[in-house]
């Protein structure tokens, strides 16, 4: 009888050690983290990572993650989440502002940073913005809305 419950404790060691096991949301780097998910927290130096990763890739400078871009970028992220839209091209509240060389480019539907990034590598315009050989400086904004058409609005800006 002593052997079953040998094997038995065995058995119980073994597939509890099979079991999958959540991980925990801070062992996920910031950039796999789902924006669209409760309390969730943009975190825009991982992703300004990843944009100079690649641009070291190609050849080019680091960008400096601008607090004042920063909060350009989050406000403009913010209008589009109002208003539930994702305007491509030109931002006019941006053009009123009337900053020489700086590129603003909005998009929207990504959940995570990674997906963000990906996308913009596609896109010939985002991509252009983050491999402009003339821009120094980065602002990044996302905004969550969970019930609205995208869910996730993102907000790119680049300035030398």
């Not at 796999?32 to 969730?40: F, I, S, V, W």
């Not at 607090?67 to 539930?84: C, F, H, I, T, W």
């Amino acid at each position: 009888m002593s052997r079953f419950f040998v094997a038995l404790a065995a058995c119980t060691v073994f597939l509890a050690a099979c079991t999958k096991q959540p991980v925990p949301q801070q062992a996920i780097p910031s950039f796999y983290q789902r924006l669209d998910a409760a309390n969730a927290i943009f975190d825009p130096a991982g992703l300004a990572g990843l944009i100079n990763a690649y641009r070291a890739k190609n050849g080019l400078a680091a960008l400096a993650l601008d607090p004042v871009l920063n909060d350009e970028a989050m406000g403009l992220a913010r209008q589009d989440a109002a208003a539930d839209r994702s305007v491509h091209g030109t931002m006019p509240v941006l053009s009123r502002v009337a900053v020489q060389g700086r590129i603003a480019r909005p998009s929207a539907g990504y959940r995570t940073a990674a997906e963000a990034f990906s996308g913009w590598r596609d896109s010939g315009g985002l991509n252009a913005a983050m491999l402009d050989p003339q821009a120094r400086r980065l602002g990044l904004g996302a905004v969550s809305k969970p019930q609205s058409k995208y869910g996730v609005y993102w907000m790119l800006i680049v300035s030398p």
